[in-house]
């Protein structure tokens, strides 16, 4: 297991590759209360899953009635920098940490 999580370890490290891990996603309310959240749990640099974690929300886009779509994902830390995916948000927060 020991080997593995090295192996796993020289691969990001390598790669300069996240490695965050989903922790929760959740959908609440309806219409224009609409929002989704998820939490990411980072990684440390040799590979293993760290307790710092990351939450991240995006809100329905509306207009009146017509809730068709989504704003962008914001880090809860920072809800000035938006991003276009939860994924390049998990990266930023994991990384402003100092972790992966």
């Known amino acids: 297991m020991k080997l593995l999580s090295f192996i796993f370890a020289i691969c990001i490290s390598i790669s300069g590759a996240s490695a965050?891990?989903?922790?929760?996603?959740?959908?609440?309310?309806?219409?224009d209360a609409r929002n989704q959240n998820i939490t990411v749990k980072c990684t440390t640099p040799t590979g293993h899953i760290s307790t710092e974690t990351c939450s991240l929300r995006r809100y329905a886009k509306c207009n009146g009635t017509d809730c068709s779509g989504w704003k962008e994902w914001r880090d809860l830390r920072n809800t000035t920098t938006t991003y276009s995916d939860w994924q390049s948000a998990a990266d930023a927060c994991c990384r402003a940490k100092g972790l992966r």
């Not at 965050?20 to 219409?31: I, W």
Request: hydrophobic share 10%; glycine share 16%.
């Open 20 to 31: 965050y891990q989903m922790s929760s996603s959740n959908e609440y309310g309806t219409g």
